[in-house]
């Protein structure tokens, strides 16, 4: 290997390279997203902001800017905020499906330092693929769920 920044592994069957690789993009994905979420606050029904600096972050839905309407994930950034920082009710009031989605990405932590663990170690790595499309068609109802009854309400 040519690059200094690529850690050498131990013997792998072909496939567990690109395993490992994913395993580390997702846990590099999980640990900003919750360390954001206690970093930030939450102001008004609508803001978040950078609590040190009070500069609230640009709003992100296209749906809700160009047709006024909110999508299924409306809600879930501030969801994620509220949740760190142990407000249930105002998360869930944000948008309840942020519950299952949070919870999600902090099993990635231990999960993904496991599935590492075992490629490093010579072992093969879980398969939670049935698992997983469970899970997220959970979240997807609840987000449809949910979304359905803000249009209807």
Known sequence: ????????????????RSSWTFHVMMLSLAL????LSFLLNVQGPHDVVIPW??????????MQRTFGLDCPGCGLTRSFICLA??????SLAYNPGGIL???????????????????????TAWDLTHFSLWM????????????????IL
């Open 136 to 151: 997220w068609s959970l979240i997807g109802l609840v987000l449809l769920t949910q979304w359905g009854a803000k249009l």
């Open 32 to 35: 900003p997203v919750l360390g």
């Open 85 to 90: 920082h142990g407000d249930l009710t105002a």
């Open 1 to 16: 290997m040519s690059s200094s920044l690529v850690m050498p592994l131990p013997d792998q069957e072909p496939g567990q």
């Open 101 to 123: 989605v949070f919870a999600l990405v902090v099993f990635q932590i231990p999960y993904r330092l496991a599935q590492l663990g075992r490629i490093w170690s010579g072992r």
């Open 53 to 62: 600096l009070q500069i609230p972050l640009p709003p992100t839905c296209g």
